[in-house]
Nanobody, 119 residues
Framework: QVQLVESGGGLVQPGGSLRLSCAASGFTFSVYVMSWYRQAPGEERELVATITSTGGSKNYADAVKGRFTISRDNAKNTVYLQMNSLKPEDTAVYYC????????????WGQGTQVTVSS
């Protein structure tokens, strides 16, 4: 049974930090490209960051460059998103997504974790 379980969300003040985790099970994590997306109320889901299967390449949305860092631990089947210097506009539900590196039609989503940045 495939599962992606996000954790680490919560309420944080502007300028604060959070570390999100996404624990994967039920598939071969090390051959999947992993991404974090977010969706704010009334907005479309947007890509935040992506990391290749080996972790050798990472990409970020312009809105989070220099503040967020994506990483993965293939031994733990987990992908992380370190979020620093958080802003109110980062408030959203954050989702992780797994996409097979060779067969991109094979993809899985987590259920999401809420991040709220507010004073």
């Amino acid at each position: 049974q495939v599962q992606l379980v996000e954790s680490g969300g919560g309420l944080v003040q502007p300028g604060g930090s959070l570390r999100l985790s996404c624990a994967a099970s039920g598939f071969t994590f090390s051959v999947y490209v992993m991404s974090w997306y977010r969706q704010a109320p009334g907005e479309e889901r947007e890509l935040v960051a992506t990391i290749t299967s080996t972790g050798g390449s990472k990409n970020y949305a312009d809105a989070v460059k220099g503040r967020f860092t994506i990483s993965r631990d293939n031994a733990k089947n987990t992908v992380y998103l370190q979020m620093n210097s958080l802003k109110p506009e980062d408030t959203a539900v954050y989702y992780c997504k797994a996409v097979h590196q060779i067969l991109p039609t094979i993809a899985y989503w987590g259920q999401g974790t809420q991040v709220t940045v507010s004073s």
